[in-house]
């Protein structure tokens, strides 16, 4: 398997758009996890899935924050509108019963 | 309010010597506790685990401690490299009642000086 699979690498977003963030968990894997790291608050879990099923979403910052699993393959995360204060690396990571494996992350930057 | 705590930021230690890091949480219904480490640019890479009933667990040149009375547990690398120079993350979970709660804290930036 090839990991996690997170698209972009990089955004680069002006202000008031709107920024989607996509995953490719490890297959088999029925957990899904998204996660934001910053300088200030380090790596912050935002929401995660079981089953394509959302179970927590109380780390999402605010209603701006959107996260769908549509499939037990895929994700997304969107922002809408994105600020600058969203700027921040976003990881996706999945998990069946044990640790986590991580993707490589998005690099947003909102100008 | 953290739950789980990395209280120092950076550490240098000398190539060949022991490098110790250190984690504290605060949720005593944490189960599972694990290592992770994270080079620039990627993402966190999983390391070493403990379960909440054991102690000790190794790993060749890594392993982790766990002091539940003191809500305490570190990461020991023996001897260290200059390889293992990255971001050390401590997490812990719990995944009682159907839940999946992975914790992280803000990481510790290790660097080995050859």
């Known amino acids: 398997d090839a990991g996690v699979i997170q698209s972009p690498r990089h955004e680069v977003t002006e202000m008031g758009q709107e920024v989607t963030l996509r995953c490719k968990p490890i297959?088999?894997?029925?957990?899904l996890f998204w996660y934001r790291q910053t300088m200030m608050r380090g790596l912050e879990l935002l929401i995660y899935?079981?089953?394509?099923?959302?179970?927590?979403d109380s780390g999402m910052p605010e209603d701006r924050f959107s996260a769908k699993m549509p499939n037990a393959s895929f994700s997304t995360l969107k922002i809408q509108p994105s600020e600058p204060r969203d700027s921040a690396v976003y990881f996706c990571?999945?998990?069946?019963?044990?640790?986590?494996?991580f993707g490589q992350g998005t690099r947003l930057t909102v100008v | 309010d953290q739950q789980v705590k990395q209280n120092s930021p950076s550490l240098s230690v000398q190539e060949g010597r022991i490098s110790i890091l250190n984690c504290d949480y605060t949720n005593s219904m944490f189960d599972y506790f694990l290592w992770y480490k994270k080079y620039p640019a990627e993402g966190p890479t999983f390391l070493i685990s403990?379960?909440?009933?054991?102690d000790k667990n190794e790993d060749g040149r890594f392993t982790v401690f766990l002091n539940k009375s003191a809500k305490h547990l570190s990461l020991h690398i023996v001897p260290s490299q200059p390889g293992d120079s990255a971001v050390y993350f401590c997490?812990?979970?719990?995944?009682?009642?159907?839940?999946?709660?992975?914790?992280f804290g803000k990481g510790t930036k290790l660097s080995v000086i050859p």
């Open positions: 403990i379960s909440s009933i054991k």
């Open positions: 990571a999945s998990s069946y019963h044990s640790e986590a494996f």
């Open positions: 297959s088999g894997h029925d957990y």
């Open positions: 997490a812990a979970l719990y995944s009682g009642a159907g839940s999946y709660q992975l914790t």
């Open positions: 899935f079981n089953n394509n099923v959302p179970i927590d």
